[in-house]
């Protein structure tokens, strides 16, 4: 059986009793990094008093390995032992791996399982005080400016609510291109959830870089963009665009940008 295991963002105590009790029953530890993980089982020993052997064998498996650990070896040895894959902090799958692992246990019939556990998206929305019912989690934004405005773009003027990750080093400038695309948009961010410094910020992207002036901004943040307010009016569809008087070259040009398909495919169709 494999079991994947969250682990606290920063607080040791939000670590469950069922984590405890499957990580010392483990026969064996995937880990995301094997030195990050030993020393959470020695703080669980040493600040907790809940023993777990050392003796296990870990394994490191990461986004640059994760596919070798569903060969046909390791597919034998989770349908034998217990095993349990835990990534450096949060929820596995959730901007971690474990996704590949999970479709192994899938595809080839073994047992697994998923313990609820921390997670920074959840938390962070729960702190937010935005009242919506739908939400979008987008993870982190691409590293390089010239990827970023577009996506970004999206976000700003998405219906639904949407939460990112973002490091110590990009905040600013995520603040910055936000206020330079749309400063009116109201957004959320936590640093450190669950540590310390935990700290919260909430308004607009220029208000909260004047707070940054007199504020420690590292460690890792979450960001919450509020979502466009619905229009009023009623949504374009293809029946709309269909009627239009327009010529067929300018037509398939609206028809592709709403969904996506090749313009010469829809001029033909238009044509024919």
Known sequence: MLTFVPTPIGNLLDISFRTLHVLRDAELILCEDTRVTKKLINLIDQKLDFCIPSNKEFLSVHSHNEEKYTS??????????????????????????????????????????????????????AMSGFNKKEFTFYGFLPHKAINRKSPLSDILNSQYLTILYESPHRIEQLLKEIQKLDDTKELFLVKELTKMYQRTFKGNASSILEQFKSSDIRGEWVVIVDSKESSKGESITLEDLADLKLPPKQKAKLIAKLTGQNIKDIYNQLTS
């Open 72 to 125: 046909e070896q390791y597919i034998n040895i989770y349908k034998t032992k217990n095993v349990v894959y835990v990534s450096d902090a949060g929820m596995p799958c959730i901007s971690d791996p474990g996704a590949i692992l999970v479709q192994a246990c899938i595809k080839h019939n073994i047992s697994y399982d998923v313990l609820p556990g921390a997670n920074a998206l959840l938390t962070a929305y």
